[in-house]
């Protein structure tokens, strides 16, 4: 490949010119087509599946010719909704929580100090996000099965915690390291404890950063499905993602519109999380984020 | 412990130049629980099934034995699996690549409604591989709207078969992996200093040769990484292998494989052994693609400030 010094032996190229114009035309364009195609295909495939959960039925037509709402009526006959949703929440929030307590220091540490082994560290924070799931998942959900807490909500919370924890430091990180160590060197110099400086100077600058890492934290651990598949494997330790997985793959059983209607439930679920993540958060908190970042890099 | 930190932190910036040696407690205490953590909920499960696959007995409390592993490279089927898990994953890879570098480049500098654009990307993540393939069996089926829409525009004649065969299995990678690739190799490409793009064009050279020889060299190590992390998760897919594809057939890849003999043969060493070959075959590729990497890119890091 080219190598940056080979750049000044280029300028003979008038021609390129001409070819440019058109270039410049068409590029737009086809970036909007390109990008428009995909999240039209993208918002069409969610809107299918909440139109069909209303679907009395629906058949090569572009709306089904008749709505109902039984399909959410008798979805507490094949699940136990409430089952279902305490334990997508107890699971989502515990992992999350968990990860925070544990994730922040870890960050901290990589954001603030400089230390001979801290490649090594974050090669292993690194790791459980490069290794595919079911590799640790197997013998993991076996060791679990041995200390009885296979099939047990308890299970599917540690298994969890393995790719959320070092996603949450990945994700921390940068944040920590955009607030300015003077601020706290200044704190410290005026007198304030290390305590006291960490509740009113460190925290609050990484509120949206806590935020931020939660959020996405959550999400991730509603949708992770290949690991707390292999633990859930009683009907009361069932999430939203495993109980929507075993509908569609016994595709057959129950009409599809019944298992939309779980997606839907499934999705709302994910929805509420942001949304509420969202008024927690003000949304200028992220734009001064932002701006110190782009004033740093630029 | 006030007096140790009153002394460390207003130097810390200064610690990466002057004593990487130093005994710093801080870093021991912050870090332990989280490297705790990994160490026995990561480390340990890693350990333990790589000597879980080398014994007997459905839990794996029998002898050693090194079949678990014999077997899979001895049966013709399991060795057919791995050329499809290739098969699988690297020709959506490759795609999503390709189709993000061009984009990336066009929106390197920031376009109309960049906003609206990359909420509405990140929205396949937020869903999940369960809910994607879910979806797709009802709008990329034979009845589905894109079907639908093709026949109306009179672009096909019969109803094209999308979700129960390979191109369910890519089309469902696509909607995963791309906009995470895109995000990646727009960040990369925004990071390149604008003001060498510009030397380029002063010095004559048109847009392509701008792009193949300054900014494409440029954002390779990170187009690299890009790839690499979109081959892991593509490698190991597994429930959207299930439900839009042909488990049975043409995307028996090794994820399902792993699963069934540990989950529906009751086997564990063997799905662990499954497990294992598969992550070491994908850690092979992802080094590789690494090494070409270091070896390619040697002194192009001209990085540089974001945006103009």
């Not at chain 1, 959550?218 to 949708?223: F, G, L, P, Q």
């Not at chain 2, 990170?222 to 049975?248: H, M, Q």
């Amino acid at each position: 490949m080219a190598n940056a010094s080979t750049l000044p032996k280029l300028p003979r190229s008038g021609a390129t010119r001409i070819t440019r114009s058109p270039l410049r035309w068409a590029a737009p364009i086809l970036f909007y087509l390109a990008i428009g195609f995909f999240v039209v295909n993208l918002i069409a495939l969610v809107s299918t599946v909440v139109i069909d959960s209303f679907a009395q039925s629906w058949f090569k037509t572009l709306l089904p010719p008749a709505f109902t709402t039984n399909w959410y009526t008798s979805l507490g006959d094949d699940h136990d909704i409430g089952q279902l949703l305490l334990n997508t929440f107890t699971v989502a929030v515990t992992v999350t929580g968990f990860a925070l307590i544990i994730g922040f220091p870890a960050a901290y540490i990589l954001a603030r100090k400089q230390f001979r082994l801290k490649g090594l560290l974050t090669v292993l924070y690194l790791l459980p996000l490069l290794i595919p799931p079911l590799v640790y998942g197997i013998p993991m959900a076996t060791l679990l099965l041995r200390f009885n807490l296979g099939g047990s909500i308890l299970g599917i919370i540690i298994i969890n915690m393995i790719p959320i924890l070092p996603f949450v430091i990945l994700v921390l990180t940068p944040f920590i390291e955009q607030v300015d160590v003077s601020l706290e060197s200044a704190s410290r110099m005026l007198g304030a404890g290390r305590l006291y400086t960490f509740r009113r100077i460190v925290l609050p600058l990484v509120i949206p950063g806590m935020l931020t890492a939660g959020v996405l934290a959550v999400v991730r651990t509603i949708a992770l499905f290949d690991l707390t598949y292999l633990v859930a494997t009683t009907a009361s330790s069932q999430t939203l993602v495993v109980a929507l997985y075993g509908d569609a793959v016994a595709a057959g059983i129950r009409a599809h519109q019944a298992i939309s209607a779980l997606a839907v439930i499934y999705m709302l679920t994910t929805m509420a999380f942001v949304i509420v993540a969202l008024l927690f958060v003000k949304p200028t908190q992220f734009a001064v984020q932002i701006k110190t970042n782009s004033t740093k890099g630029g | 412990m006030a007096e140790t930190a009153i002394k460390s932190t207003p130097i810390t910036r200064s610690t990466r130049r002057t004593s990487p040696i130093r005994f710093d407690w801080e870093i021991i205490i912050f870090s332990l629980p989280a490297l705790l953590f990994v160490c026995v909920l990561f480390v340990y499960p890693f350990i333990y099934g790589v000597s879980l696959s080398l014994r007997t007995g459905a839990l794996g409390d029998g002898d050693f034995t090194l079949n678990n592993y014999i077997q899979i490279f001895n049966d013709p089927v399991q060795i057919e699996t791995i050329g499809m898990t290739f098969e699988a994953a690297l020709p959506v890879t490759i795609f999503s690549v390709l189709v993000s570098i061009p984009l990336a480049y066009f929106m390197r500098r920031g376009i109309r409604f960049e906003r609206l654009i990359t909420t509405l990307l990140i929205l396949p993540v937020t869903l999940g591989t369960v809910m994607v393939s879910q979806s797709m069996l009802i709008y990329f089926g034979r009845q589905g709207w894109f079907n639908q829409a093709l026949q109306a525009l009179h672009l096909i004649k019969n109803p094209l078969t999308l979700v129960h065969n390979w191109l369910g299995v890519e089309i469902s990678l696509f909607i995963q992996g791309f906009p995470f690739v895109f995000l990646l190799i727009l960040g990369y490409m925004s990071g390149i200093n604008p003001d060498l793009e510009r030397a380029s064009k002063m010095l004559g050279v048109g847009a392509w040769g701008t792009f193949r020889r300054v900014i494409l060299p440029l954002a390779l190590p990170g187009i690299a990484i890009a790839f690499c992390l979109n081959f892991v998760a593509n490698f190991s897919v597994f429930p959207s292998a299930v439900l839009v594809g042909e488990p049975n057939a043409l995307t028996r890849v090794l994820a399902v494989q792993a699963f069934r003999a540990a989950y529906e043969q009751y086997n564990r060493p063997a799905g662990t052994a499954i497990a294992l070959v598969m992550g070491g075959i994908e850690l092979a590729v992802v080094g590789g693609v690494l090494f070409l990497r270091g070896r390619f890119t040697r002194g192009a890091t001209l990085g540089g400030g974001k945006g103009t």
